[in-house]
């Protein structure tokens, strides 16, 4: 059946079974459908929302166009696990169409309070003139799972000398005080995130800016999220309008984080140090933590970016989330490791030591689709070493390190059919690597995140090869590396 309708501003509860049907069944029946990453059933999917443990679970939900690869009238859409590696689809949780979200449930937070999961999003709405006008909103879930919205806006109104730029609430509760931090524009067409604070999640005050030393750092600052961790203060945002210079700030928007002393909640003042971005690779955007029950502060992004197209968008649906990851300070940075619940996803093992020089090699059982594959390359002579994955004869995708430089690089220059190449198809970072470098690659049907030196820094990627894409290979030039590898089939 041809799918005809309005993507954009088509509701989702105005269309036929049988024109849903027929979305699911072309979305199926794409070649690069995610075998262990939370990916949409149809439609967009794109920043995590609602964060959280609840009721025994833990409880995430994602902004969701449902009728089309684009960014139309959006869904939360909710999804639960009991291990953060196997996620249930649980459907619809928050619907527009109230005048509070007339044109879209918007991003945002939860926190469990009192036996029940309040969710706080920005409801987006627009005037006769096009005009938006957003709501910070509030709805809560009750241990059935039974959602059901606040009459109306929690917060009503934007403050003086700010823009209608304004979403994105991340909630926290000290002492007997709950905040919230909200991204924001200033009427100077600048970023910044400011501060509210409320005694019962209902009645909310407008507590003032985050003063930060990042006066004129963007033009917006989406998804704010501020947490305390190792006795610091870490403010996680995605600033928009960087311009890139070398190395840094490559993609169309970025995501980083600052870190420092603990926010002064009464004089708003963030003493910290500089922005970092928290990925080097090239699809990450808009990532959300939460504190699970055993004290572990755990990050998901967003595996994709607003404003560019992918090849699974011809499908019927766009992008995924990434891994949870487990977030810890070192040396004043974030370091990001994959959970260990990931191990669950362990199947076979294949293991191979061996040196290599001024060659590429392969060996029986390293190859695949869907895997984990953990590569330590010690006593370097050569000028680069790395791995070439998701190959053939024609296509591969590289991550490597450039010893003389000191510089790690990944390639998807020829990982298939190309994306985002206006914003070049390498992306690097610099890395004073001691005497080993270690990659921990997820390899999935068409993505890869790769932890570098267990975490100091995390290279995400879509990639989009064919499906006789399987080769691996490891590589050194100018000299010889010595390797030990093991790899998973997931």
Known sequence: MEWSIDKKNQRIENVSQAEMDALVAKVNHCSWRQTFHVQPVTGLLNDPNGFSFFNGEYHLFYQWHPL???????????????????????????????????????????????????????????????????????????????????????????????TEHFRDPKVWKEGNTFYAVIGAQRTNNTGCVVLYQSTDLVDWTFAGEIQTHLDSFGYMWECPDYFTFQDQGVLIFSPQGLEAVEGVYQNIYQSGYIIGEKLDLNERTFNHGDFHELDRGFDFYAPQTMLDPNGRRILIGWMGLPDIAYPTDKSGWAHCLTLPRELSIENDKLIQKPIHELQSLRQREYRVTDSISNEAKSYRDFLGETYELIVEFDDADSSEFGIEFRANKEEKTVIKYDTINKKITLDRTSSGEAVGVDYGTKRTCKLEAADQIKFHLFVDTSSVEIFVNDGEEVFTARIFPSQDSQDIRFFAKDGAVEMKAIKWDY
């Open 68 to 162: 089309g690869p684009v960014h139309g009238l959006k869904y939360w859409y909710h999804v639960k696990s009991s291990d953060l590696v196997h996620w249930e689809n649980v459907g619809i949780g928050l619907e527009p169409g109230d005048y509070f979200d007339s044109h879209g449930a918007y991003s945002g937070s939860a926190i469990a309070y009192k036996d029940e999961l309040y969710l706080f999003y920005t409801g987006n709405t627009r005037d006769e003139d096009g005009i938006r006008h957003p709501y910070q909103c509030m709805a809560v879930m009750n241990q059935s799972g039974d959602i059901k919205k606040f009459s109306g806006p929690v917060i009503d109104h934007v403050p003086e000398g700010y």
